[in-house]
T-cell receptor, first 112, second 113 residues
């Protein structure tokens, strides 16, 4: 089983739609969770951290379900500029330092 | 701040050649990382460093070497390039370990023919 699993998509949605991405992780001891955004041929950039209580940043809402080892990202009122690959990221424990494990990403294409 | 910078942006190598990918950060971060990203695949950790003089292997270290003589610089060395090393290489840094946001450089696209 992969440490972090995501639906690769693509998700093709019209402008203004609400879209949700899901991610599961295998290490129940993981403590830190993130969503990164990666535009085509660019580097990943942090979109938001994910907290146990859930958190919201404008049109974006992230939620964590530790019991099910499941993370979600909800995007409301999709914009053309939201088109990108969204990477689910979880910390991996052990070794000299904790490391981040990146999912393969979910591709979102917002259509006009 | 320039953040994380990488050079070159793009390089074509012949099989068996060697090269060094440069990475520098000006945020005084202790942790630095090298990843490779193949099409349709997640980022794979090659090597990482928790501070000057300290490096350790990641998930896919074979065929690569690193050094960390200063806090700012973390070069990645490819010896005897192989077609399997064709990839996009990203360098990243963070102030702390896995609990912290990582800041990425713009990447180096490497093609080995």
């Amino acid at each position: 089983r992969k440490e972090v699993e995501q639906d690769p998509g693509p998700f093709n949605v019209p402008e203004g739609a609400t879209v949700a991405f899901n991610c599961t992780y295998s290490n129940s001891a993981s403590q830190s969770f993130f969503w990164y955004r990666q535009d085509c041929r660019k580097e990943p950039k942090l979109l938001m951290s994910v907290y146990s209580s859930g958190n919201e940043d404008g049109r974006f809402t992230a939620q964590l379900n530790r019991a099910s080892q499941y993370i979600s990202l909800l995007i409301r009122d999709s914009k053309l500029s939201d088109s990108a690959t969204y990477l689910c990221v979880v910390n991996s424990l052990g070794g000299a330092t904790n490391k981040l494990i990146f999912g393969t990403g979910t591709l979102l294409a917002v259509q006009p | 701040n320039a953040g994380v910078t990488q050079t070159p942006k793009f390089r074509i190598l012949k099989i068996g050649q060697s090269m060094t990918l440069q990475c520098a950060q000006d945020m005084n971060h202790n942790y630095m990382y090298w990843y490779r990203q193949d099409p349709g695949m997640g980022l794979k950790l090659i090597y990482y460093s928790v501070g000057a003089g300290i490096t350790d292997k990641g998930e896919v270290p074979n065929g690569y070497n690193v050094s960390r003589s200063t806090t700012e610089d973390f070069p990645l060395r490819l010896e005897l390039a192989a077609p399997s090393q064709t990839s996009v290489y990203f360098c990243a840094s963070s102030d702390m370990g896995g609990e912290e946001t990582q800041y990425f450089g713009p990447g180096t696209r490497l093609l080995v023919l």
